[in-house]
């Protein structure tokens, strides 16, 4: 008799423990269920992107969004917010850091205040031209970076261009000495404070919807940047010389968030977004080449003074120190950099 409880109660030990294991079992595979065909639940994610609906890189965030919705069966589905509806650049970046904004496209020049190293891409002459910035950005230098906003909480998905960026002031300026005690807006890096301070300017970092009222009402008499952005943001209405010296060519990166992306996303379609970004650029890049043109054109159509540049070494040589000033891992970067053919 005895021996029969103790059976029985094997037997009951052995039954509770079957249904636990199979119900632990049938939990863990639930997870990759919802997110098969079967059960397909869809993901929004948003990107914030300063630039207005027509510009090139919020066109290259769009294609992006299309590449990642077809390739994940429209799983995935990247809402786009243009025109800085989700807040100026390094008020993104802090939220994207934490959250609350799942992707942006943004300049590495403001990532560089969270992310250091990205420096090593954005100092002034650094490249010869475009081709040579893409085969930095394609190659291994460009991955390695793209990875090294990881330790920040970011996750990197691609590159885009962003041309090359020139001077634009009140009153003309030939050479780096005619820049002398103007007041000129950078972004908000301090490497870019620096670089404006050594060709003797008055470096004023702020946010870029404010550059326009700064213009405006005299707070600054200058800033720089590219010929669309000199155009789309209205730039060119209140700051009519342009001096062409192109100190800087800073590419756009497509950052996303650790803490958002792993909560929602699982690692693979984490790939496949890195992918669509990857095979957005080049739809990018074709975007820009063109609208360049058109903002150049526009710009001379208003009337605007070009003042070309032919020999950039009298900007390039004031630039020495800050090169000697960054740090070893960033002057060993910009070896490689100098290197890439
Ligand atoms: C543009 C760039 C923006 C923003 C802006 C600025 O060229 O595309 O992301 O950084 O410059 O000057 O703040």
């Not at 103790?6 to 639930?30: D, F, M, P």
């Amino acid at each position: 008799m005895r021996r029969q409880n103790i059976t029985l109660s094997n037997i009951i030990v052995v039954l509770i423990l079957a249904v636990v294991l199979l119900l632990g079992g049938c939990a863990k595979k639930e997870k990759p269920q919802e997110t098969t065909a079967e059960a397909p639940q869809q993901v929004v994610l948003r990107l914030a992107e300063t630039h207005p609906p027509d510009y090139p890189t919020t066109k290259g965030d769009y294609k992006f969004a299309e590449l990642v919705k077809e390739r994940t069966n429209g799983r995935i589905v990247i809402e786009v917010y243009p025109s800085s509806q989700l807040g100026e650049e390094k008020a993104v970046i802090e939220q994207v850091q934490f959250g609350s904004i799942d992707l942006t496209r943004v300049s590495i020049a403001p990532v560089g205040a969270f992310v250091p190293i990205l420096n090593a891409l954005q100092l002034p002459y650094l490249y010869r031209d475009s081709d040579h910035m893409w085969k930095v950005l394609k190659g291994d230098i460009g991955k390695e970076l793209l990875k090294s906003v990881e330790d920040a909480g970011f996750i990197g998905f691609g590159w885009f261009e962003a041309g090359a960026r020139s001077f634009y002031t009140k009153k003309p300026v030939r050479t780096p000495d005619d820049l002398k005690g103007m007041k000129i807006r950078v972004m908000e890096n301090d490497l870019m404070v620096a670089m404006v301070n050594a060709l003797g300017g008055v470096a004023t970092p702020m946010p870029y919807g404010e550059v326009y009222s700064a213009l405006q009402t005299g707070v600054i008499d200058g800033a720089e940047n590219n010929w669309p952005s000199y155009y789309t943001s209205g730039h060119y209405e209140v700051a009519k010389y342009y001096t062409l010296d192109e100190h800087l060519r800073v590419p756009e990166i497509i950052i996303g968030s650790k803490i958002s992306l792993s909560q929602k996303l699982t690692p693979e379609e984490i790939e496949i977004l890195k992918q669509a970004a990857w095979h957005a650029i080049e739809y990018q890049r074709e975007q820009w080449a063109a609208y360049e043109k058109v903002a150049e054109e526009k710009v001379r159509a208003a009337g605007n003074t070009i003042i070309p540049v032919e020999d950039k070494s009298a900007w390039q040589a004031r630039m020495k120190d800050l090169y000697a000033k960054q740090s070893p891992e960033i002057q060993e970067i910009v070896r490689r950099i100098q290197e890439v053919q």
